[in-house]
T-cell receptor
Framework: GENVEQHPSTLSVQEGDSAVIKCTYSDSASNYFPWYKQELGKGPQLIIDIRSNVGEKKDQRIAVTLNKTAKHFSLHITETQPEDSAVYFCAASSSNTGKLIFGQGTTLQVKP | DTEVTQTPKHLVMGMTNKKSLKCEQHMGHRAMYWYKQKAKKPPELMFVYSYEKLSINESVPSRFSPECPNSSLLNLHLHALQPEDSALYLC????????????FGPGTRLTVT
């Protein structure tokens, strides 16, 4: 079955720096890759997603890149702010079942 | 509006109790999901409903019983739970099953004593 690996598990950056989180997936049939941000005591919030027919997508300070050949996708956050501190999950979906396979999560800390 | 609501926010129950978790969305989504999330772990899929019919049961113990009374509502009935069932229970919805964005509710924090 599909497996998603996510690195790093923790990431600490200074405010204003960039942060990059990387994920790899195993199923070449995967075609949808969302990223979720989860703050303490809240549910996961969809922040950006990308489909397999696109290589890059950007939304203000957040961007996602996809390399289908290498089966990698990454989340890039520029000009980080303390409110970006949270746990970030990547996920992959490869079928019509609606199943999302999540990575293990990255705890991002942005120091003011 | 991408809001999924869940009630209650917190629930403490004994191992002999019966309780229900509720989830609601008014986005016209036809797929709804229950996930279980333990601390510092990703959400784990439990059940998927599509057009009010159970589509996936991820081998969840029968002490968890889902119900989808209509396209906007999803319930999770709980009975004879174990302390290890304590977790954050998340509901999500999407337009359909195939590669559509899933929107999560805030979750119900369940503690089984």
């Amino acid at each position: 079955g599909e497996n998603v690996e996510q690195h790093p598990s923790t990431l600490s950056v200074q405010e204003g720096d960039s942060a990059v989180i990387k994920c790899t997936y195993s199923d070449s049939a995967s075609n949808y890759f969302p990223w979720y941000k989860q703050e303490l005591g809240k549910g996961p919030q969809l922040i950006i997603d990308i489909r397999s027919n696109v290589g890059e997508k950007k939304d203000q300070r957040i961007a996602v890149t996809l390399n289908k050949t290498a089966k990698h996708f990454s989340l890039h956050i520029t000009e980080t702010q303390p409110e970006d501190s949270a746990v970030y999950f990547c996920a992959a979906s490869s079928s019509n079942t609606g199943k999302l396979i999540f990575g293990q999560g990255t705890t991002l800390q942005v120091k003011p | 509006d991408t809001e999924v609501t869940q009630t209650p926010k917190h629930l403490v129950m004994g191992m002999t109790n019966k309780k229900s978790l509720k989830c609601e969305q008014h986005m016209g989504h036809r797929a709804m999901y229950w996930y279980k999330q333990k601390a510092k772990k990703p959400p784990e899929l439990m059940f998927v409903y599509s057009y009010e019919k159970l589509s996936i049961n991820e081998s969840v113990p029968s002490r968890f019983s889902p119900e989808c009374p209509n396209s906007s509502l999803l319930n999770l009935h709980l009975h004879a739970l174990q302390p290890e069932d304590s977790a954050l229970y998340l509901c999500a919805s999407s337009l359909g099953l195939s590669s559509y964005e899933q929107y999560f509710g805030p979750g119900t924090r369940l503690t089984v004593t």
